[in-house]
């Protein structure tokens, strides 16, 4: 069974910058895909970027330029760079792996003066 256990989120004024992180634990199948998805309150769970092992990546339109998704040489790590965050980017962000899917438990981003 993969575990996820993302990392990295806190508050941060308009403009700035987070990195998230996601260790992963177990095996990870190349042919499934891993990523990052969001939470706003009220709102629907939305996908921000995934990647695959080869290197595929697809980001939403409303990060794109943005945010950056990597995962590390070992494939034991998915990295969420975000840059330019705005208030709208406010989420909770989740780690996440195709096969079942799986979830992490999620990481509190708040953007705000």
């Keep these: 069974q993969v575990q996820l256990v993302e990392s990295g ?3 941060v004024q308009p403009g700035g910058s987070l990195r998230l992180s996601c260790a992963i634990s177990g095996s990870i199948l190349s042919n499934y895909l891993m990523g990052w998805y ?3 309150p009220g709102k629907q769970r939305e996908l921000v970027a995934r990647i695959s092992t080869s290197g595929y990546t697809h980001y939403a339109d409303s990060v794109k330029g943005r945010f950056t998704i990597s995962i590390d040489n070992v494939k034991t790590t998915i990295y969420l760079q975000m840059n330019s965050l705005k208030p709208e980017d406010t ?3 989740y780690c996440y792996y195709e ?3 799986q979830w ?3 990481t509190q981003v ?3 003066s």
């Design 9 to 11: 989120g806190g508050s």
């Design 38 to 40: 969001r939470q706003a």
């Design 91 to 93: 989420a909770v962000y």
């Design 99 to 101: 096969l079942g899917p």
């Design 104 to 106: 992490g438990q999620g």
């Design 110 to 112: 708040t953007v705000s």
